[in-house]
């Protein structure tokens, strides 16, 4: 049975990578391979990721003779290592990379996101050459869609570099569920799920308001995330809902988990994630579960995921005209958007469960161990 040292964050807080780690602890994986977990979390919140404080530092030091130990106790075969597309969060990650080499371990290196070449090409030499030399000899480097490839092309030969979509758990979303008719028959509502913050669209999706519901009265719109700790863009925002008078059409439900995302999901008639960088994002993934037409943003592997006419469309960033445009079709068109939320349940289930996605993790780590 191979060993394998599991590197990555639990939530909360929730995000991409915590929530990929814990599907990967909470699977079969357990009874295939002898996993070994360390636990990399901050339980502060996402505003405290990538900066220098002192808790971080104590974090980074703490995870690295933790990692040390564990590589010297538990002898694992293979060092899975979720990898960061930041000077800062890669430096992090190097505590764990260089060791690993001088200890000739079997690294695996998942990128949970579309950013790293560009972070890549656009850091100093010195970094550029430490991204190279850590990665040369890496015996998998996982992207989360084909289109994704080239991110590492130069740095990873081009047979390891391998592809693992995102997945999420089937079972929360099964069709006994879903037969629960919670969409309303009077009025249409539209979704946003994630962090509001501008480079997720958030804004963009509030500026298409207006011109929506001059078309259509019976029109809501919900957003669940948290606002970062950014009050200048906070009071934008509102200060924009209140100029145009949309209180009457907008909640904010603030952060929503588990059954109460679900049933958010499932009431819902429209899902819109119009974000400027994404890698997969699992809240694109969740919507197509429970059955809803996607507008989103042609960024990380989104277009492979989201087919555009098909399940939903694909819209340019920074556009709320085509934002609102795409939702009044939606609105005017009752049939193509039973269709499109039949499209999307019918692509999650082929291809982004969670149960295809430890899959591919399996062969990944399979191929790596017996290769």
Same mark, same amino acid.
């Given at each position: 049975?191979?060993?394998? +040292?599991?590197?990555?964050?639990?939530?909360?807080?929730?995000?991409?990578?915590?929530?990929?780690?814990?599907?990967?602890? %909470?699977?079969?994986? =357990?009874?295939? &391979?002898?996993?070994?977990?360390?636990?990399?979390?901050?339980?502060? !919140?996402?505003?405290?990721?990538?900066?220098?404080?002192?808790?971080?530092?104590?974090?980074?030091?703490?995870?690295?003779?933790? $990692?040390?130990? +564990?590589?010297?106790?538990?002898?694992?075969?293979?060092?899975?290592?979720?990898?960061?597309?930041?000077?800062?969060?890669?430096? @992090?990650?190097?505590?764990?990379?260089?060791?690993?080499?001088?200890?000739?371990?079997?690294?695996?290196?998942?990128?949970?996101?579309?950013?790293?070449?560009?972070?890549?090409?656009?850091?100093?030499?010195?970094?550029? %050459?430490?991204?190279?030399?850590?990665?040369?000899?890496?015996?998998?480097?996982?992207?989360?869609?084909?289109?994704?490839?080239?991110?590492? =092309?130069?740095?990873?030969?081009?047979?390891?570099?391998?592809?693992?979509?995102?997945?999420? !758990?089937?079972?929360?979303?099964? *069709?006994?569920?879903?037969?629960?008719?919670?969409?309303?028959?009077?009025?249409? *509502?539209?979704?946003?799920?994630?962090? +509001?913050?501008?480079?997720?669209?958030?804004?963009?999706?509030?500026?298409?308001?207006?011109?929506?519901?001059?078309?259509?009265?019976?029109?809501? $719109?919900? &957003?669940?995330?948290?606002?970062?700790?950014?009050?200048?863009?906070? #009071?934008?925002?509102?200060?924009?809902?209140? =100029? %145009?008078?949309?209180?009457?059409?907008?909640? $904010?439900?603030?952060?929503?988990?588990? *059954? *109460?995302?679900?049933?958010?999901?499932?009431?819902?008639?429209?899902?819109?994630?119009?974000?400027? #960088? /994404?890698?997969?994002?699992?809240?694109?993934?969740?919507?197509?579960?429970?059955?809803?037409?996607?507008?989103?943003?042609?960024?990380?592997?989104? @277009? /492979?995921?989201?087919?555009?006419?098909?399940?939903?469309?694909?819209?340019?960033?920074? %556009?709320?005209?085509?934002?609102?445009?795409?939702?009044?079709?939606?609105?005017?068109?009752?049939?193509? @958007?039973?269709?499109?939320?039949?499209?999307?349940? =019918? @692509?999650?289930?082929?291809?982004?469960?969670?149960?295809? &996605?430890?899959?591919?993790?399996?062969?990944? $780590?399979?191929?790596?161990? &017996?290769?």
């Amino acid at each position: 049975m191979g060993r394998i +040292l599991i590197i990555g964050p639990t939530p909360p807080p929730y995000h991409g990578v915590s929530v990929a780690t814990e599907m990967i602890l %909470n699977s079969n994986l =357990q009874r295939k &391979f002898k996993i070994i977990h360390l636990d990399t979390a901050d339980r502060r !919140d996402l505003s405290n990721i990538g900066k220098i404080d002192f808790t971080n530092i104590y974090l980074a030091f703490e995870h690295f003779l933790k $990692f040390i130990w +564990l590589c010297i106790r538990e002898k694992p075969e293979i060092v899975y290592i979720p990898i960061s597309q930041t000077t800062l969060g890669y430096l @992090r990650d190097c505590l764990f990379l260089v060791p690993a080499k001088i200890f000739h371990k079997k690294v695996i290196v998942h990128l949970h996101g579309g950013y790293f070449r560009k972070f890549y090409e656009g850091s100093s030499k010195l970094m550029e %050459n430490l991204i190279e030399w850590t990665l040369k000899e890496v015996k998998r480097a996982i992207v989360l869609g084909e289109n994704l490839r080239y991110i590492f =092309q130069g740095l990873v030969p081009d047979e390891r570099i391998v592809v693992v979509p995102n997945g999420v !758990d089937e079972k929360l979303f099964e *069709k006994t569920n879903l037969t629960i008719d919670t969409r309303s028959k009077n009025h249409i *509502k539209v979704l946003f799920l994630g962090n +509001l913050i501008k480079s997720k669209g958030f804004f963009d999706v509030i500026k298409a308001i207006p011109k929506v519901i001059r078309r259509y009265s019976n029109v809501k $719109f919900i &957003f669940a995330g948290k606002f970062p700790n950014n009050y200048r863009e906070q #009071n934008e925002v509102f200060r924009y809902i209140e =100029q %145009n008078k949309l209180d009457s059409v907008v909640k $904010f439900m603030g952060v929503v988990t588990g *059954k *109460k995302k679900i049933k958010l999901l499932l009431s819902s008639d429209v899902f819109v994630f119009p974000s400027y #960088n /994404e890698g997969h994002p699992f809240v694109i993934l969740e919507a197509m579960a429970t059955g809803l037409p996607v507008i989103t943003t042609d960024v990380g592997a989104i @277009r /492979e995921t989201v087919i555009d006419k098909e399940n939903g469309f694909i819209i340019e960033k920074n %556009n709320p005209k085509q934002i609102a445009e795409k939702i009044i079709t939606l609105i005017k068109n009752p049939e193509l @958007r039973k269709k499109m939320g039949e499209k999307s349940r =019918q @692509r999650f289930l082929k291809y982004y469960t969670k149960d295809k &996605f430890i899959e591919n993790l399996s062969n990944v $780590f399979r191929e790596v161990l &017996f290769g």
